[in-house]
């Protein structure tokens, strides 16, 4: 299953798609998740994995969408019934778990984002700096200049930049 959960991962980095990966690093009796247990959540909300049912999915499911919209990871703390929480700890989210089965889970939430993309539309000295930086910062860069072959448009998402950099042409 762990082995599926990361070639899934693997391939969803490798299309340039954002997605969490949630792992649970803890848990107190009782709880149906066991330590180890992993998910992928994509920006759409769909889970592939599992890391617990019901109760545990949709927190887990809201923190793993802020964490792709704000770029940082999350620990979170779900508290049962009888369940012993951390206490007050800087940077731990807790939450209520709403199973009647008690215990007590802690889960890791990871966003894993594509590098931005830089197209870069023109030609010239600034172009050229441009293109330099890009590649420096680690951005995935294309270049479509007038000189350029025709080639397909490439993808664009809401992460990237697009510059437009002409001159008299």
Do not use: N
Not at 115 to 141: C, H, I, N, S, Y
């Amino acid at each position: 299953m762990a082995d599926d959960l990361l070639a899934l991962a693997y391939e969803f980095a490798q299309r340039g798609e954002a997605f969490a990966l949630a792992t649970v690093v803890r848990c107190e009796r009782p709880t149906s998740a066991k330590p180890g247990a992993k998910a992928l959540i994509r920006e759409d909300g769909t889970v592939s994995g599992w890391i617990g049912g019901s109760c545990a999915e949709p927190v887990v499911v809201k923190e793993a969408l802020k964490a792709l919209r704000d770029g940082q990871p999350r620990f979170i703390t779900l508290v049962g019934e009888g369940g012993t929480g951390p206490g007050r700890r800087e940077g731990v989210l807790e939450y209520a778990l709403t199973c009647h089965s008690g215990g007590t889970m802690e889960i890791y939430v990871e966003p894993v984002l594509p590098k931005p993309q830089l197209l870069l539309v023109g030609r010239g000295p600034v172009v050229e700096t441009l293109l330099k930086l890009g590649k420096a910062m680690d951005f995935t860069v294309a270049l479509i200049s007038p000189e350029s072959s025709p080639k397909p448009f490439p993808g664009i998402t809401p992460r990237s930049v697009i510059v437009v950099a002409t001159h008299g042409t």
